[in-house]
């Protein structure tokens, strides 16, 4: 068996078929105003999916794939790095006629089809429908014979076409949950590879508790360390193998977190019509993502009961500040200590809904998955001094429109490579009068030197004056891995949208183009997230990317340009090796917080200041004070939770020592500095972005996507 059909064998899909009242060719992304008046939905759910959300629950017991069925040495399970259940949500229009015969098509190697009991009757005379491993049941026969059942086949199916593979079901001991108990879902394929399943299973109700769960997903994950470095004591050279594997995989080198936070700011109940409540089905689905997400990357999980609407108000308070200053600049000025006031206020928040479950994410998370419309990433959190974003990489995964969500998170998509080639493509959409553009175009000069002298990385750079011209170019180059977009954006709190000004037209991204897997938008505003406006960033994801950084705020041209220019030159050292790096979220988390140091320099600057001209220019010694930070850092650290205090101290010393010391603590005293780089963030699967990871290099040099 080659590799293709190997993998073709290990990848299970699950099928759910739910009946829709027409067919829909054309969705249209941007819903009016007033269609969603009198709603009864707290974050846009199509009621049409409520008929199968016990067969996704069903599906949750299940494998996520063949290797959960057969015992896989520890090489194996610390390769996994997100291996979710591949769950396809099917439309049957009963009404359709030749166009869901055709639509039929697209079911392909079935391990499983679930559907509506309403539908299960025409599905079985419907000849389009093809035949599935375990075949086709309604939701009404999904039982725990029948799951039982079900995992015994998938056993004895993937054995019996890999001989070598010895079997490892969890037939005797899985069931299926009652609605308090799905807390153990997360820990089922780890349990079941160590043999902790029956004694889960046996003291279910002590894991009614998520603290409990949680901890004993941290025990799992100590006990396969401890695995792996007795192991690696009696044979040195695989224990050389599977340190570079837990090197490669930041889900074992601490513990991934997912938190799912369901709410609705206040703007979108009041103007908008959305429910104050989260109901039920709602509710269920939320979770159901986050157990999803949970499930493939063996993490943490927490559910936090309707989000704090307080948090909304202060942020959208904060990116309307900085919203009326960029406006009016010659009478008005971002007040930082307003920025930092509401920060430490929303971590606050935050810590109050995390504090009853116990989580040290300092010392033991290391990434984050948030489903939630609010960034908790900008949240100072009580002890710390610097933003979440800075301290651990953070991934936002909006809620709103939920179906989207749901369709968004539910499919397995393969993990994108960046290390053998990258082709990045920029479209310079800043017309070439406009004032900005010098910046822009120095910017793009920086990225043509760096990637040049990258050697296997390729820029292609074009001019783009309307958004005809952008759709050719994207049709153009429909090989290239990053998009930086180069453009103003707008935010209209009256029409409830934030996009991009192309060619002099506000333009929201539409379904009708495909977009790379990774989207930089270098503009102002594209993404706030206070009020819960349509987006462009969010349009972006729907149009083909897998990973799109946006802003909440007005950002300075300048200082986003050094932004960008150290994304793209950390990307390169990572591709060479030079970093212990791996994945775009780690990149970026460690880009926002070494920042630190040029947003203190820049101080409210939007020219170079006085203390930038100082950190660059020889002192009486002959170094640059920039360069003699970095050489401190290096040699000392800095802690990730206080960034900006333990810059702003090491910054202060060599201030002094150039007799700028006073004038440092004025600047300090008077306004200080903004965070801009803290109100940037990545949505959608940056953790699944690699830029180095040899073992998913031997795969995409075998053709074969994880």
């Not at 004993?216 to 004591?233: E, P, Q, T, V, Y």
């Not at 889900?251 to 609705?264: A, E, K, Q, R, S």
Request: aromatic share 10%; hydrophobic share 40%; glycine share 6%.
């Amino acid at each position: 068996m080659d590799y293709e059909e190997q993998y073709r064998l290990i990848i299970l899909n699950y099928y759910v078929i739910f009946e829709a009242e027409e067919f829909q060719e054309d969705y249209r992304p941007i819903v009016q105003a007033e269609s969603r008046l009198n709603s009864d939905t707290a974050h846009l759910w199509d009621t049409e999916l409520n008929g199968i959300i016990p067969a996704l629950w069903y599906i949750l017991h299940l494998p996520r794939m063949g290797f959960d069925v057969v015992s896989m040495d520890i090489d194996l399970v610390l390769s996994g790095h997100d291996e979710p259940h591949n769950i396809i949500p099917f439309p049957y229009c009963r009404n359709a006629g030749e166009k869901q015969s055709i639509y039929n098509g697209l079911i392909q190697d079935a391990t499983l089809i679930i559907c509506e009991d309403r539908l299960y009757d025409t599905l079985k005379k419907d000849p389009g429908i093809p035949e599935s491993l375990l075949g086709l049941v309604k939701v009404s026969q999904l039982t725990s014979e029948l799951l039982k059942e079900h995992w015994n086949r998938i056993c004895k199916h993937i054995t019996t076409y890999v001989k070598e593979f010895e079997p490892c079901s969890a037939e005797k001991e899985i069931r299926l949950t009652e609605r308090v108990e799905r807390g153990i879902l997360p820990l089922i394929p780890l349990a079941n590879q160590f043999g902790f399943l029956e004694r889960v299973f046996g003291k279910i109700q002590e894991f009614q508790d998520a603290k409990k769960c949680n901890n004993f997903s941290i025990f799992m994950h100590k006990r396969i360390l401890d695995l792996a470095k007795a192991i690696g004591n009696k044979e040195e050279e695989y224990g050389r193998l599977l340190e570079k594997l837990i090197r490669e995989n930041s889900n074992f080198y601490g513990m991934p977190l997912v938190i799912t936070m369901p709410g609705t700011m206040s703007h979108q109940i009041k103007v908008m019509g959305r429910s104050r409540e989260l109901p039920e089905n709602e509710e269920e689905v939320v979770k159901i993502l986050g157990y999803h997400r949970a499930l493939a990357k063996n993490a943490m999980y927490i559910h936090l009961d309707f989000f704090p609407r307080e948090m909304y108000l202060e942020l959208a308070k904060l990116e309307e500040h900085c919203k009326h200053a960029a406006e009016h600049q010659n009478i008005r000025r971002i007040d930082n200590r307003f920025i930092w006031r509401t920060l430490r206020r929303l971590g606050k928040l935050l810590n109050n809904s995390l504090k009853p479950f116990d989580i040290n994410i300092l010392n033991h998370v290391s990434q984050i998955t948030v489903f939630s419309d609010f960034p908790i990433g900008v949240a100072v959190l009580p002890g710390c001094s610097a933003p979440l974003c800075c301290v651990k990489p953070i991934t936002l995964r909006p809620l709103t429109p939920l179906t989207k969500a749901f369709q968004y998170e539910m499919h397995k998509d393969s993990q994108i490579y960046l290390g053998s080639r990258c082709k990045v493509l920029v479209a310079e959409c800043v017309e070439s009068t406009d004032g900005i553009r010098p910046y822009c175009d120095g910017l793009t000069a920086a990225l043509r030197d760096m990637i040049g002298k990258a050697g296997d990385m390729e820029l292609h750079f074009m001019e783009i004056s309307s958004v005809k011209g952008f759709k050719e170019m994207l049709a153009m180059h429909p090989d290239a891995d990053i998009l930086l977009v180069s453009s103003h954006g707008f935010y209209d709190i009256g029409s409830n949208m934030a996009g991009l000004n192309i060619g002099g037209e506000r333009w929201m991204v539409e379904d009708d183009i495909r977009v790379p897997p990774v989207v930089l938008l270098s503009a102002c505003h594209v993404t706030p997230r206070g009020r819960g406006v349509v987006s462009a960033g969010d349009l972006f994801i729907r149009a083909g990317a897998r990973a799109v950084l946006g802003t909440f705020v007005p950002v300075d041209v300048r200082r986003n340009a050094v932004l960008i220019a150290r994304l793209f030159a950390e990307i390169i050292e990572v591709r060479k090796g030079w970093s212990n790096m791996r994945t775009l979220d780690d990149i970026w988390s460690h880009v926002v917080s070494t920042n630190a140091v040029h947003e203190i320099t820049a101080s409210q600057s939007t020219r170079p200041s006085r203390l930038e001209i100082w950190a660059n220019t020889k002192n009486a010694s002959g170094s640059f004070p920039l360069a003699e930070f970095k050489q401190k850092v290096s040699a000392g650290g800095l802690r990730a939770a206080h960034i900006y205090e333990d810059s702003e101290k090491i910054l202060r010393e060599l201030a002094d020592r150039d007799g700028m010391g006073e004038y440092f603590d004025s600047v300090m005293k008077s306004g200080g500095y903004f965070p801009e780089s803290v109100f940037y963030q990545f949505t959608g699967c940056p953790e699944n972005i690699f830029i180095r990871n040899d073992v998913i290099k031997e795969y995409s040099q075998k053709k074969i996507f994880l």
